[in-house]
Nanobody, 125 residues
């Protein structure tokens, strides 16, 4: 059983930065994809960034150049550095882990088997 726990969310003014962390336990494997998704009030869940088993990354167009995803395989942890935050980044952010996909480049939630409970990010303008 995989458990994912996010932290690092909070309230910040536009232009500010936050760093999200996701601590994994159980069967998390560096060979497989991990990602960050978000869901704003009244909207569907959207992919933000993901990293595959070869450390290749994929970002949503809306966050390219502002967000950076990274993973620490020894700590079974995933991170999301968010800079130049905008009000439209306000959402609940979720960490996700796959136990079968070595490659991922479509920010598709269908790749992922386990999800965290989420951490809220609120950006005020």
């Amino acid at each position: 059983q995989v458990q994912l726990v996010e932290s690092g969310g909070g309230s910040v003014q536009a232009g500010g930065s936050l760093r999200l962390s996701c601590a994994g336990s159980g069967y998390t494997d560096s060979r497989y994809c991990m990602g960050w998704f978000r869901q704003a009030p009244g909207k569907g869940r959207e992919g933000v960034a993901e990293v595959d088993g070869t450390a290749v990354t994929k970002y949503a167009d809306s966050v390219k150049g502002r967000f950076a995803i990274s993973r620490d395989n020894a700590k079974k942890s995933l991170y999301l550095q968010m800079n130049s935050l905008k009000s439209e980044d306000t959402a609940m952010y979720f960490c996700a882990a796959s136990v079968w996909a070595h490659h991922c480049n479509a920010l598709s939630s269908g790749v992922y088997d386990y999800w965290g409970q989420g951490t809220q990010v609120t950006v005020s303008s």
